[in-house]
């Protein structure tokens, strides 16, 4: 069996590390020797560990940018409930991700600045997603769908930030399990739906209904 190119093979074993021991433990020598290459190898294609983590947030993660763009480009396609339901499960899948990863940050500042200082200089970071949510929200205000007097801001966060608790809140509970990724899309979409939309686009039945 072909071997996988270099490259492919050092964000498949940053992503795996990075999910089992954190941003702040995986050094890019265990990265290095988890994929098969010299750590001198490594930095040929990544020139640190914070480029490093930045690949793979955007080829190894689900994306939700890439979707809240396309969406905003076209406010007024779909109803707003199946647009707030594919958003938030996008979203919850993101961070069901991400969260693992950046989670040990908080603990290493100085990593963490290092990171924030990589992420400015490309114009990315966790404020990105809840901004183009925003984006998003207020296109669809523009095309009529939400209400005029709605705060967009404060529903991107809520949304986004629902979406994170579902990594963080449910491990305590006596089960252990987070809400099933479908269902807690919809249940969170149909409740901010009722926040937002005027009275026309509540009415709408959904398509298929």
Same mark, same amino acid.
């Given at each position: 069996?072909?071997?996988?190119?270099?490259?492919?093979?050092?964000?498949?074993?940053?992503?795996?590390?990075?999910?089992?021991?954190?941003?702040?433990?995986?050094?890019?020598?265990?990265?290095?020797?988890?994929?098969?290459?010299?750590?001198?190898?490594?930095?040929?294609?990544?020139?640190?560990?914070?480029?490093?983590?930045?690949?793979?947030?955007?080829?190894?993660?689900?994306?939700?940018?890439?979707?809240?763009?396309?969406?905003?480009?076209?406010?007024?396609?779909?109803?707003?409930?199946?647009?707030?339901?594919?958003?938030?499960?996008?979203?919850?899948?993101?961070?069901?991700?991400?969260?693992?990863?950046?989670?040990?940050?908080?603990?290493?500042?100085?990593?963490?600045?290092?990171?924030?200082?990589?992420?400015?200089?490309?114009?990315?970071?966790?404020?990105?997603?809840?901004?183009?949510?925003?984006?998003?929200?207020? /296109?669809?205000? *523009?095309?009529? +769908?939400?209400?005029? #007097?709605?705060?967009?801001?404060?529903? @991107?966060?809520? =949304? &986004? %930030?629902?979406?994170?608790?579902?990594?963080?809140?449910?491990? /305590?509970?006596? *089960?252990?399990? +987070?809400?099933?990724? #479908?269902?807690?899309?919809?249940?969170? @979409?149909?409740? =901010? &739906? %009722?926040?937002?939309?005027?009275?026309?686009?509540?009415?709408?039945?959904?398509?298929?209904?």
């Amino acid at each position: 069996m072909e071997q996988k190119p270099a490259r492919v093979r050092i964000l498949d074993a940053a992503h795996e590390l990075m999910l089992t021991v954190g941003l702040a433990r995986a050094t890019t020598k265990e990265i290095a020797r988890a994929a098969g290459c010299s750590e001198a190898a490594l930095y040929k294609y990544f020139p640190s560990k914070e480029e490093l983590f930045v690949h793979v947030l955007a080829e190894r993660l689900p994306q939700l940018v890439p979707l809240l763009g396309e969406l905003t480009v076209e406010p007024g396609r779909g109803t707003l409930e199946e647009n707030l339901t594919r958003i938030a499960r996008q979203a919850a899948l993101f961070y069901e991700e991400s969260f693992p990863i950046a989670a040990s940050l908080y603990a290493e500042r100085q990593l963490k600045r290092k990171l924030d200082d990589k992420l400015r200089t490309i114009g990315a970071g966790p404020h990105v997603p809840i901004e183009a949510l925003d984006a998003y929200l207020r /296109a669809e205000q *523009t095309a009529g +769908r939400i209400r005029p #007097d709605a705060d967009t801001s404060a529903a @991107a966060v809520l =949304l &986004l %930030g629902a979406c994170v608790q579902r990594v963080f809140a449910y491990d /305590a509970t006596p *089960t252990g399990e +987070r809400p099933p990724v #479908d269902q807690f899309a919809a249940r969170l @979409a149909r409740t =901010l &739906l %009722g926040g937002l939309s005027v009275a026309e686009e509540r009415a709408r039945p959904a398509a298929g209904a």
